[in-house]
């Protein structure tokens, strides 16, 4: 499955909190709908994010990791 996305956030190589903290600076100036393509390799970022989605609404279309990167597609709400 190919998803479509309109922004995409490199955490590549940043810790907790800093991923999600990327995350969250982008989700302001997107409109609802878009997705955001996220990229990281901080073991936790998996729990900050989902936890963050949890709480928002924000909805993970997908995640997955490859290559030690883990990706994330995040449809706004």
């Known amino acids: 499955m190919t998803i479509e996305y309109q922004h995409d956030i490199d955490t590549t190589g940043l810790h907790c909190p800093l991923p999600l903290l990327r995350l969250k600076k982008t989700l302001t100036g997107v409109e609802s709908g878009e997705i955001i393509r996220l990229r990281a390799t901080d073991p936790a970022a998996?729990?900050?994010?989902?936890?963050?989605?949890?709480?928002?609404?924000?909805?993970?279309?997908?995640s997955f990791c490859e290559d030690d990167i883990?990706?994330?597609?995040?449809?706004?709400?």
Request: hydrophobic letters at 35%; aromatic letters at 16%.
């Open 46 to 62: 998996h729990l900050d994010i989902g936890v963050f989605s949890e709480k928002t609404g924000h909805k993970i279309l997908e």
């Open 70 to 77: 883990q990706y994330f597609f995040i449809q706004k709400k």
